[in-house]
């Protein structure tokens, strides 16, 4: 029977078990969300003794060789002893600039690094709180046009990190996880192809994000960006999003609602087979567009995508 080892703690696990449940359930309480090796919150760093890795590909290679493993992707194999991703030690500070509330229902958090912190539009980070409490947030700033990070919460329901994020003032601090991760992001090679951004909920944020990059970068193929709201005030960048697209004829914008939605998959068919899509929101809105633009003819390899998961209510 392999043992795991986490700051001097030892104890027996059944062969082949989920190395992030192992450790869960021996109360090292790491952080997850995605389980899907996507949203990289379950980080630890294997010190001896290596586990078995569905998808030793999602990390970077330097990554790998300073030993951090995504734990949920792992099974432990062999006598294993990790290092938990410490936010006192691996993390990076970071000063709240600013919390408002551009829907109801969704918290924007701006934060200011008190190091430089590297990172790419559309990615996420983790954001830990003074209560010890992690969850990984995708990005809605861009490096280079926008100076402090900014942050999307959907608060539609209470959570433990979400509660906390209610409470929050200029002036207090997070840590914030330097080890990004995230399917999404922009790639200068697709400058002419068509860009397709789908999103739901608070799935905006990395691809406003994403489209800002897009424009920046002065893509010249036609750009269509659709956000899914659950009622029309749910669409918080209703505004900006606009201004956009007045500013960029190859922007189209449209903004709709569960009822309106069949229509839009309906249109998926006439989707250019050159096209990039990005989608981003709840799995369940994410898993139907990704199937309709695959029975469309999207090739796979031309759908970019991430998940948001609700881990508490």
């Known amino acids: 029977m392999p043992e795991l080892e986490v700051a001097g703690k030892r104890w027996t696990v059944a062969p082949a078990s989920n190395l992030l449940d192992a450790l869960n359930a021996g109360g090292c309480r790491v952080p997850f969300s995605c389980r899907a090796g996507s ?6 760093r ?21 030993g951090w493993r995504l734990s949920c992707q792992c099974l432990v194999v062999q006598d294993l002893r990790v290092e938990i991703f410490d936010p006192r030690r691996d993390g990076i500070e970071a000063d ?21 912190f590297r990172y790419g539009a559309g990615q996420h980070v983790l954001l830990w709180n003074d209560e010890g409490v992690a969850r990984p947030y995708s990005l809605a700033s861009v490096p280079g046009l926008d100076e402090a990070l900014e942050f999307h919460l959907d608060c539609r329901l209470p959570g433990q990190f979400s509660d906390r994020a209610r409470r929050l003032l200029p ?8 080890l990004h991760g995230g399917a999404l992001h922009y790639d200068p090679a697709w400058d002419a192809r068509p860009l397709l951004f789908l999103a739901s909920g608070t799935g905006l944020a990395p691809l406003w994000g994403l489209l ?53 998959l309906a249109q998926f068919r006439l989707v250019s087979r050159q096209t990039i899509a990005l989608l981003c929101g709840h799995p369940t809105g994410v898993e139907d567009f990704a199937r309709r633009l695959y029975l469309a003819g999207l090739p796979r390899t031309q759908l970019l995508a991430d998940s948001f998961l609700t881990r508490d209510a």
Request: hydrophobic letters at 40%.
């Open 39 to 44: 949203c990289h919150a379950c980080l630890v």
């Open 46 to 66: 294997c010190l001896a003794g290596e586990p078995a890795d569905a998808r030793p590909e999602a990390l970077s290679p330097a990554q790998r060789a300073e």
């Open 96 to 116: 709240v600039i600013s919390v408002d509330w551009p829907a109801t229902d969704v918290l924007r958090l701006r934060l200011q690094p008190c190091r430089p």
């Open 171 to 178: 002036g207090e601090r997070l840590r914030l996880g330097e």
């Open 212 to 264: 800002r990059e897009a424009l920046r970068q002065h893509h010249s193929g036609p750009i269509r960006f659709i956000h899914l709201a659950h009622d029309s005030s749910g669409h918080y960048l209703a505004g900006p999003l606009g201004a956009l697209a007045a500013a960029h004829p190859s922007l189209e914008v449209r903004l709709v609602t569960p009822a309106e939605l069949p229509e839009v």
